[in-house]
């Protein structure tokens, strides 16, 4: 069983930066592909950034030259550094991970960017 636990959402300002964080409680270098999802109100969850356990990266349209997705092996963490913030990307962010027909979500961290 794999646990996630985000941190780092909060309030900023539009063109702010943050930065989320997901802790896993087992190793995500054996064949994990991490993923940050958003879901905001009376919206559908959507994909903003993945990352297979090789370090290759793939990012939703919407937040493409202003998100940054990596990952820390050696802390089992993801990172999420956003950019340029509108409020549009006001939302809960949620930390995925998957492994063969596993899949596993955190419990989401709120983010609110102010305009």
């Known amino acids: 069983q794999m646990q996630l636990v985000e941190s780092g959402g909060g309030l900023v300002q539009a063109g702010g930066s943050l930065t989320l964080s997901c802790a896993a409680s087992?190793?995500?270098?054996?064949?994990?592909?991490m993923s940050w999802y958003r879901q905001a109100p009376g919206k559908q969850r959507e994909l903003v950034a993945g990352?297979?356990?090789?370090?290759?990266?793939n990012y939703g349209d919407s937040v493409k030259g202003r998100f940054t997705i990596s990952q820390d092996n050696a802390k089992n963490t993801v990172y999420l550094y956003m950019s340029s913030l509108k409020p549009e990307d006001t939302a809960v962010y949620l930390c995925?991970?998957?492994?063969?027909?596993?899949?596993?979500w955190g419990q989401g961290t709120q983010v609110t960017v102010s305009s």
């Open positions: 990352i297979s356990s090789q370090g290759s990266t």
């Open positions: 995925k991970a998957s492994i063969m027909s596993y899949t596993y």
């Open positions: 087992k190793s995500i270098v054996s064949g994990y592909f």
